[in-house]
C-alpha cells in the first residue's frame, strides 16, 4: 500500500465519519454548522442526507470501487463544496474562522484527491 492510497483511504473514512454525524447525530450537526430547522423541520431531512448520508455513500463507493477516477470524483465533490463555500463567504458576508477552516479543509481535500489520483502521464 502508497502513501497516496493510506491518505486516500483515510479522507474516506474521514467522509463517512462526518456522514454517520450528519445522518445519526443531526441535531448536533446542526448545531456546529449553525443551521436552524424552520416551520416545517425539513432541515433536520436536508442535514440528515445531504450532511449525512450522502457522505457516507461516496465514501462507501470509493472504498468499495478503489478506482482513480472514483477518488478524483470524490476530490471533484470536496472542491464544489470549497467553490459554494467561498462563494456564500464572499458574496453573503458569512466570513468566521469556521468557515474559513471548512473551506481550506474542503480545498486541501479537493486538490490531493485530483492531483494525487491523476494518471502519472497527464501530471
Do not use: H, K
Amino acid at each position: 500500500m502508497t502513501a497516496v492510497d493510506i491518505i486516500n483511504y483515510a479522507v474516506a473514512i474521514l467522509t463517512i465519519g462526518l456522514g454517520v454525524c450528519g445522518w445519526l447525530a443531526t441535531r448536533w450537526t446542526m448545531s456546529v454548522l449553525d443551521i436552524q430547522a424552520g416551520p416545517s423541520n425539513m432541515g433536520y431531512t436536508e442535514v440528515s442526507a445531504v450532511s449525512g448520508c450522502l457522505f457516507v455513500g461516496i465514501g462507501l463507493g470509493v472504498l468499495i470501487l478503489n478506482e482513480p477516477m472514483a477518488w478524483i470524483a470524490l476530490g471533484l465533490a470536496y472542491g464544489g463544496a470549497a467553490v459554494g463555500r467561498v462563494t456564500s463567504i464572499l458574496r453573503d458576508n458569512a466570513a468566521s474562522r469556521q468557515s474559513w477552516t471548512f473551506f481550506a479543509t474542503e480545498a486541501a481535500l479537493g486538490a490531493w484527491l485530483v492531483l494525487a489520483n491523476l494518471p502519472a502521464q497527464q501530471v
